[in-house]
């Protein structure tokens, strides 16, 4: 029995919260087979996946294109969007004569809307689990509805052949779906203390540490050297541009991804282990802040609807603050450094346990697991 996920290559923060959704799925049906369609990053998926899966790469969706971690490129974005969907038709024949003899169950879309359409063709139940979908997105977003007035309606097309969708908090455009189930938060939550984390990666155990998370872009542009807080802070990356390649900086901890490797430490381990996480707002990284409350200063990211509702929720659940790119790039982060650690304690908790939720859910809709019987 194969269940499906079309997960978008959009980011890390996809893949990151269905990657909980399949252990806890595997957890209640270990008789299921797990295939990803994606074009996400494979070690990513490699590095944090403990359960068996069967990756498919190739694009499922074209969401945004990033000029850099922090910018966006409005052009390109319209033009691959354009080209996936005057070829969706074709794109949909394809996957559907692909999974026509697996034996699938169950396709999940996070938030691919091929997902919806090819779980139709194959009279399957076709569940969409998001925080966001992309006809949302794309309504607002710079030069699509000049150049593709037409790319809009038939992502809604789409959505509308979904049987289930389950809502993630910080939401937009979920109300396209007639069948809607609000799941609590899913995120990655660390499972080493602070004080082994720091400890295995070198952080000093008593001095006010920030990590800098902005994805596989990094910050190549951003001279560690010259920040103001150092000698106050240790800040800890995983971008080796912006670590300066081999020249040494103080203050500096650069982690490369291999340690991330049957070492029994993950990404969610080193957020929970700082003082501060300094990125872009996402879901996935806004998640894990707040499952392990950390603080978050924050800069902008380009014209990008997620991020406007990002903003305006994220302070009910976390310390967050906002640093300018101007000042960001030019090293200036005491003083919000500073700020955020003087803010009080959010004013709401949000639950976290939106994987089994999830899980549970999916679970219901496959068909009962085959019992052997011996002679």
């Known amino acids: 029995m194969t269940v499906v996920f079309f997960i978008s290559g959009h980011g890390f923060g996809h893949a990151s919260r269905e990657v909980e959704i399949i252990h806890a799925l595997a957890a209640r049906r270990p008789d299921v087979r797990i295939v990803i369609r994606s074009a996400v990053s494979p070690s990513l998926l490699h590095r944090t996946l403990k359960?068996?899966?069967?990756?498919?790469?190739?694009?499922?969706?074209?969401?945004?294109?990033?000029?850099?971690s922090v910018s966006h490129d409005d052009e390109a974005t319209v033009?691959?969007?354009?080209?996936?969907?005057?070829?969706?038709?074709?794109?949909i024949a394809a996957e559907t004569r692909g999974l026509a003899h697996d034996g699938v169950a169950l396709i999940v879309g996070d938030a691919a809307p091929i997902a919806c359409e090819v779980a139709s063709r194959l009279g399957l139940p076709g569940v969409v689990i998001s925080n966001f979908t992309w006809d949302w997105i794309y309504e607002t977003h710079p030069g699509m509805a000049a150049a593709a007035p037409w790319i809009v309606p038939r992502i809604r097309r789409a959505y509308r052949l979904a049987t289930h969708a389950l809502e993630l908090p910080f939401a937009g455009g979920l109300e396209i779906f007639e069948d809607v189930t609000r799941l609590p938060l899913v995120?990655?939550?660390?499972?080493?203390?602070?004080?082994?984390?720091?400890?295995?990666?070198?952080?000093a155990p008593d001095k006010r540490a920030a990590l800098l998370s902005f994805g596989g872009y990094?910050?190549?542009?951003?001279?560690?050297?010259?920040?103001?807080?150092?000698?106050?802070?240790?800040f800890v990356t995983t971008d080796r541009s912006s670590a300066g390649g081999a020249v040494k900086v103080d203050d500096l901890v650069f982690v490369e991804e291999s340690a991330f490797i049957d070492s029994g430490f993950r990404y969610e381990d080193l957020v929970a282990a700082v003082d501060a996480v300094v990125t872009k707002p996402g879901y996935g990284i806004i998640a894990e802040c707040i499952v392990s409350g950390t603080a978050t200063l924050y800069t902008s990211r380009g014209e990008f609807r997620e991020y406007d509702l990002l903003v305006r929720e994220m302070p009910r659940y976390l310390r967050a603050r906002f640093i300018s790119q101007p000042d960001l790039f030019a090293g200036k982060f005491r003083a919000g450094l500073t700020a955020l650690l003087t803010q009080p304690p959010p004013p709401e908790q949000m639950a976290a346990n939106g994987a089994e939720v999830a899980a549970e859910i999916l679970t219901s809709l496959l068909p009962a697991p085959v019992v052997s019987t011996s002679a």
Not at 51 to 64: A, Q, S
Not at 79 to 91: G, I, K, L, P
Not at 190 to 203: C, E, L, N, Q, V
Not at 219 to 234: F, H, Y
């Open 79 to 91: 033009r691959e969007a354009v080209a996936f969907y005057e070829s969706f038709d074709e794109r």
């Open 187 to 203: 995120a990655r939550r660390p499972t080493r203390s602070r004080r082994d984390t720091r400890a295995h990666f070198g952080i």
């Open 218 to 234: 990094g910050l190549p542009d951003l001279d560690l050297a010259a920040i103001d807080a150092r000698g106050e802070w240790t």
């Open 51 to 68: 359960v068996p899966f069967e990756l498919r790469p190739g694009p499922c969706d074209t969401g945004i294109v990033q000029a850099s």
